[in-house]
């Protein structure tokens, strides 16, 4: 079982940055995969970067490649996203979440977040 809470979102001016954190609880934290999705009013959840338990494998959606950076700290429990050169089409809710194996798709995830706001103003 994992628990996981993420921490870091809020407002910020296009082309800024931000760095999300989700936490981690439980004592198999690190044979997870963990991702970042993101959700926009009235839109599907989405996949934006996956990182393997090792950190040896790194996905990314194509929309943010080149922009955004996940990395992980086994020894924290707690995977970030650091977000740069926003862009308003960037604002949505933004969840982590653990499973086995990696998947773009948000079903195929077992454990979520509760979510942070990412705002991001002109």
């Known amino acids: 079982q994992v628990q996981l809470a993420e921490s870091g979102g809020g407002l910020v001016q296009a082309g800024g940055s931000l760095r999300l954190s989700c936490a981690a609880s439980?004592?198999?934290?690190?044979?997870?995969?963990m991702g970042w999705f993101r959700q926009a009013p009235g839109k599907e959840r989405e996949f934006v970067a996956a990182?393997?338990?090792?950190?040896?494998?790194?996905y990314y959606a194509d929309s943010v490649k080149g922009r955004f950076t996940i990395s992980r700290d086994n020894t924290k429990n707690t995977v970030y996203l650091q977000m740069s050169s926003l862009k308003l089409e960037d604002t949505a809710l933004y969840y982590c979440?653990?499973?086995?194996?990696?998947?773009?798709?948000?079903?195929?995830?077992?454990?979520w977040g509760q979510g942070t706001q990412v705002t991001v103003s002109p």
């Open positions: 979440a653990a499973d086995r194996l990696f998947s773009n798709n948000w079903l195929d995830y077992d454990y």
């Open positions: 990182i393997s338990w090792s950190a040896s494998r790194i």
């Open positions: 439980g004592p198999t934290f690190n044979r997870y995969l």
